[in-house]
Nanobody, 122 residues
Framework: QVQLVESGGGLVQAGGSLRLSCAASGSIFSIDAMGWYRQAPGNQRELVAVISSGGSTNYADSVKGRFTVSRDNAKNTVYLQMNSLKPEDTAVYYC????????????????WGQGTQVTVSS
């Protein structure tokens, strides 16, 4: 019913930048919070950044000052601008969205993107 497609991952040297995008499509009524998570093999998935429908944001302490999350509500798209990347940022990054569908606009469902690999070399 709803699909989140991520893009923008890749290989970058430490100190470099990447911009991730995640576009939601389908029978969307509205999207509440949208966020980015990351996960390395064998590790738990952790919250990186989240942004509300009104634009308020929260970040993991490890990325504060380096990452910026934003969204375009008209396009149902969330972005993650990643600057000053560190090898420790290497992970698969997943976008997440709390989505209200046209069929059930009063109920919020959580959807995940397919993930995009971010590799930061030293």
């Amino acid at each position: 019913q709803v699909q989140l497609v991520e893009s923008g991952g890749g290989l970058v040297q430490a100190g470099g930048s990447l911009r991730l995008s995640c576009a939601a499509s389908g029978s969307i009524f509205s999207i509440d919070a949208m966020g980015w998570y990351r996960q390395a093999p064998g590790n738990q998935r952790e919250l990186v950044a989240v942004i509300s429908s009104g634009g308020s944001t929260n970040y993991a302490d490890s990325v504060k000052g380096r990452f910026t999350v934003s969204r375009d509500n008209a396009k149902n798209t969330v972005y993650l601008q990643m600057n000053s990347l560190k090898p420790e940022d290497t992970a698969v990054y997943y976008c997440n969205a709390q989505v209200r569908t046209i069929r059930t606009p009063t109920i919020t469902y959580q959807y995940w993107g397919q993930g995009t690999q971010v590799t930061v070399s030293s």
